[in-house]
């Protein structure tokens, strides 16, 4: 469920704020790990900037870090945004209950 909470918080940011024509989302799991990356060719923005006002990116982040995944954020102005998100699976109860 965390998960499906972090994509629905980022395609809201997208909807709201990044003016995107096209959205990709990717979701692989493995023996060691969950990836999850989401894509958009939207106006970008500075990520330092936004992680200190952004609630959305706040959200996302603490949904990361409670998985105990790493999540990066690419982004820059008229350049979209790519958020990738790899969480450890040695614990598979995370992904059932939550």
């Known amino acids: 469920m965390t998960l499906y909470r972090i994509v629905q918080e980022s395609l809201n940011n ?7 024509r096209n959205v990709r989302i990717t979701l692989e799991r493995d023996v060691r790990e969950v990836s999850l990356q989401i894509e ?3 106006v970008g923005f500075d990520v330092k900037r936004a992680q200190k006002i952004g609630l959305g990116l706040r959200n996302i982040s603490e949904r990361a870090r409670i ?5 990066r954020i690419y982004s820059a102005p008229r350049q979209g945004t790519r ?15 939550q």
């Open 14 to 20: 997208i909807l709201k704020h990044s003016h995107a």
């Open 83 to 97: 958020l990738t998100l790899t969480v450890p699976t040695e614990d598979d109860k995370r992904f059932d209950a």
């Open 40 to 42: 958009d060719d939207g």
């Open 67 to 71: 998985l105990g995944g790493e999540l």
